[in-house]
C-alpha cells in the first residue's frame, strides 16, 4: 500500500457543510462532490459518527484509522472506499475497534480500521454499508490527515509541546484563569493548544479569538449536543446520557493524531490544569532529561495535586493585581498543595509521545507502542486549580508558590491579552 498521500485543493464555500472535490481531468471514475466539512459526520445509514480519517501505517495490515463515535450495540460489517487522487477505487473490508473505556455509556469513542487497495493515491475516505452496488453520490467523504504515521523519531517538528484540551461545555467563561494558564505554558514552551469547544461562553469565546488569531490556539468546533445527548459526568450509571463527558475520550484521541506529525510531545490534560516542572525551567529541558534517562519511554505520568480554592491571604501573602472586572479567579492566588488522598483514585494527567501512543483514555493510555514511566513528583508535578469548591479534607498541605517563579514575565502577558480582549469585547459590543 502506498504511503504517498496527494490532497488536492478545495474551494470553502461560505455557510455549506461540503466543500467540492474538482474531478482531475480524463478521470474515469470521478470521485463524488461532498466532502465534510464539519468535525462530526454522521455516516450514512447507521447510528455511528465520523471524526477525521489519518492515515496510520504502524499496525501491520492497515494504512488508514478513522477516529469515529459508534453506538456499541449496533455495529455492522462495512467497507472502506477510497477516492484516487481523482478516481474511485474498489472497497477495502473494516475492522472495527471499540475503545474498551466507554464506562457504560451506548456510544464510545471508537477506531476503524482498513487498507487502502493498490495503486491508489488516496485522498479521502468513505465507509459503506455494502461493498457494491451502493449509490455513493450520496457518501460524504473524510479527507486524509497526515502523510505517514512512523514510530520513529522525526528530526524537526513545527512544535516541541502541543496541550490538548477537551472539551469546553457549559459556557464556560473564566477567562482570567484562561489567560493566565495559556500565557503560562507559552512559558514553559508549549507552541500550540488545541481546545475543543462546544460552548464557551462569551467573553472566553472573545479571548479565544484572539489567541486563535496569534497562532497559539486552534479551535475546533465540537456540537456534539447536535447529535447526541453528551453526558455531564463520566459514568453512565450515575449521569446518564449517551456518550461520556461531551465526547472527551474521542477528542483526546483525535487530539494525539492531529499533532502527531507536528508536534515532539503531547500533553493531556484539563483546562484548570497545568503541568509544572519542578527542576527545569521549561517542558523541553525537563522531556530532554526525562527522554535520555528513558530512552523507550512513550508515555510520561504526572501525578495531580488539588491547589484549593481558599487559604490565600491577600494582605499577608503577597500583593497581586486583581483584574477586577475580568470573570475568573486568579490561579497565582492558588499557593497550597494538598498531598493526595492515598485512600482514593488519584487522577494523573499524561506528557505522550504521539507516534508511540495507539489509544488513550483520560488517565492512562489504552494502547501503545513503547514504555511507560510515572514522573518523580520532586521533578514534575501537575497543579490542579478547580474550579469548584471541594468539600473540607484533612490532607497535609503545604504551601507552594511555584508559580510566583514566573509571576514577573506571566503577569505582562496576561495584561496585554487582556487589554486585547477588553477592546475587542467594546468593539463587538
Known amino acids: 500500500p502506498t504511503s504517498h498521500i496527494f490532497t488536492p485543493g478545495f474551494e470553502r464555500k461560505e455557510n455549506k457543510t461540503y466543500r467540492s472535490i474538482p474531478p482531475p481531468r480524463g478521470a474515469l471514475d470521478t470521485c463524488p462532490v461532498q466532502m465534510s ?65 466507554h464506562f457504560g455509556f451506548p ?36 479527507p486524509i490527515k497526515n502523510k505517514k504515521t512512523s514510530r520513529e523519531e522525526e528530526k524537526t517538528f513545527q512544535f516541541n509541546f502541543t496541550v490538548c484540551i477537551s472539551t469546553l ?13 495559556l500565557e503560562m505554558y507559552r512559558l514553559l514552551g508549549v507552541g500550540r493548544v488545541v481546545i475543543y469547544n462546544n460552548s464557551a461562553g462569551l467573553e472566553l469565546n472573545h479571548l479565544l479569538h ?22 455531564h459526568g ?19 484521541n483525535d487530539c494525539i493524531y ?95 509521545q504521539p507516534r508511540l501512543v495507539e489509544q488513550t483514555s483520560v488517565h492512562d493510555v489504552l494502547k501503545m507502542f513503547g514504555q511507560k514511566y510515572k514522573v518523580p513528583m520532586d521533578v514534575c508535578r501537575m497543579i490542579h486549580c478547580s474550579i469548584t469548591l471541594r468539600k473540607e479534607r484533612l490532607l497535609s498541605q503545604h504551601k507552594d508558590t511555584r508559580l510566583w517563579d514566573f509571576k514577573d514575565k506571566l503577569m505582562p502577558r496576561v495584561n496585554e491579552m487582556l487589554r486585547r480582549f477588553e477592546t475587542e469585547v467594546k468593539g463587538n459590543g
Not at 461545555?169 to 494558564?181: A, H, I, P, R
Not at 491577600?314 to 488522598?341: A, C, Y
Open 210 to 231: 484572539s489567541y486563535s488569531e496569534e497562532g497559539l490556539v486552534e479551535m475546533v468546533e465540537w456540537p456534539i449536543h447536535k447529535y447526541l445527548n453528551p453526558s
Open 258 to 352: 492531529g499533532p502527531m506529525d507536528r508536534s515532539r510531545y503531547v500533553l493531556l490534560n484539563d483546562i484548570d490544569e497545568i503541568i509544572m516542572p519542578y527542576q527545569h525551567d521549561n517542558l523541553k529541558s525537563m522531556m530532554d532529561m526525562l527522554q535520555q534517562q528513558h530512552p523507550d519511554t512513550g508515555v510520561f505520568l504526572i501525578g495531580s495535586h488539588l491547589f484549593p480554592k481558599k487559604y490565600f491571604n491577600k494582605s499577608k501573602d503577597t500583593p497581586l493585581p486583581q483584574w477586577s472586572g475580568v470573570p475568573g479567579f486568579n490561579i497565582l492566588e492558588r499557593i497550597i498543595r494538598e498531598d493526595p488522598d492515598k485512600n482514593i483514585f488519584n487522577p494523573q494527567k499524561m506528557i505522550i
Open 107 to 142: 456510544f464510545s469513542a471508537t477506531d476503524v480500521m482498513c487498507q487502502i487497495p493498490p495503486n491508489c493515491e488516496a485522498t479521502h475516505v468513505t465507509l459503506l454499508t455494502q461493498p457494491d452496488g451502493v449509490e455513493v453520490s450520496n457518501q460524504t467523504w473524510l
Open 234 to 252: 463520566w459514568l453512565f450509571s450515575k449521569h446518564g446520557g449517551d456518550l461520556h463527558y461531551y465526547g472527551q475520550l474521542v477528542t483526546l
Open 169 to 181: 461545555y457549559g459556557e464556560y467563561n473564566n477567562v482570567l484563569q484562561f489567560s493566565q494558564t
Open 37 to 101: 466539512d464539519q468535525s462530526i459526520t454522521p455516516l450514512e445509514n447507521t447510528k455511528h459518527f465520523l471524526v477525521s480519517a489519518y492515515m496510520d501505517q504502524r499496525v501491520k495490515g492497515f494504512d488508514i484509522r478513522i477516529i469515529s463515535i459508534f453506538r456499541r450495540d449496533s455495529i455492522q460489517t462495512l467497507h472502506c472506499l477510497f477516492c484516487c487522487a481523482g478516481h474511485l477505487s474498489s472497497t477495502t473490508p473494516v475492522t472495527v475497534l471499540v475503545h474498551e473505556d
